[in-house]
């Protein structure tokens, strides 16, 4: 079957630095995507990365190694607007998109 | 408009009962797409079109269909709603390719009693 995992919830400090991890098992691949979700709102796209590396946009970047089946979102200097989901999804073979159930970000000032 | 709108927006719904949700999308994407939302899972695929005409069966149909007349609106039936389908529904559209990025409406509480 296919699988993506990532944590359910973190919490990190107004101003720091956290890394969101997913791993996932799924029939082919054709890239990852990183979506933010604020409560109550739609997803919104973050980054996409379908080559091995590091992908960098502002405060967020994205990084990818195909061979582990991994991923992680990094977020840097984090404001309290930051405080959402994030979502990974990987699409598959037939690219439809298969997601991961979402990492609650918890910011503290 | 601009990008994906659906309607309505909230609704609360007795079981048994037949329901459409409205999407419409302006960005001329041929691809669109149904999910549910339930907490503690991620988003699932109900149904999806590649492209005017046609539809496909995603992760959880069952109970649901689709139709896609056109290249801007894709509603989705709940013909006999059953509180199961209590959930937050989005309507997502993107262009086909390798990339398929997508872009979601608001999205729709149905609340079914």
């Known amino acids: 079957g296919q699988n993506i995992d990532q944590p359910t919830e973190m919490t990190a400090t107004e101003g720091a630095i956290v890394q969101i991890n997913c791993t996932y098992q799924t029939s082919g691949f054709n890239g990852l995507f990183w979506y933010q979700q604020h409560a109550g709102e739609a997803p919104t796209f973050l980054s996409y990365n379908v080559l091995d590396g590091l992908e960098e946009k502002g405060r967020f970047s994205s990084f990818l190694s195909r061979s582990k089946g991994y991923s992680y979102l990094l977020l840097k200097e984090l404001q309290m607007k930051d405080s959402a989901s994030y979502l990974c999804?990987?699409?598959?073979?037939?690219?439809?998109?298969?997601w991961g159930a979402g990492t609650k970000l918890i910011i503290k000032p | 408009i601009a990008g994906i709108t659906q309607a309505p927006t909230s609704q609360i719904l007795a079981a048994g009962r037949r329901m459409t949700l409205r999407c419409t999308q302006d960005?001329?994407?041929?691809?669109m797409y149904w999910y549910r939302q339930d907490l503690g899972l991620g988003l699932r695929l109900i149904h999806y079109?590649?492209?005017?005409?046609?539809?496909g069966k995603g992760e959880v149909p069952d109970g649901y269909s689709v139709s896609r007349a056109n290249t801007d609106d894709f509603p989705l039936t709940l013909a006999s709603a059953v509180p199961s389908q209590t959930s937050v529904y989005f309507c997502?559209?993107?262009?086909?390719?390798?990339?398929?990025?997508?872009?979601f409406g608001p999205g729709t509480r149905l609340t079914v009693l």
């Open positions: 997502a559209s993107s262009e086909t390719g390798t990339r398929n990025e997508q872009f």
């Open positions: 999804a990987v699409l598959d073979s037939n690219y439809q998109l298969i």
């Open positions: 079109s590649n492209t005017a005409g046609t539809t």
């Open positions: 960005m001329r994407h041929n691809a």
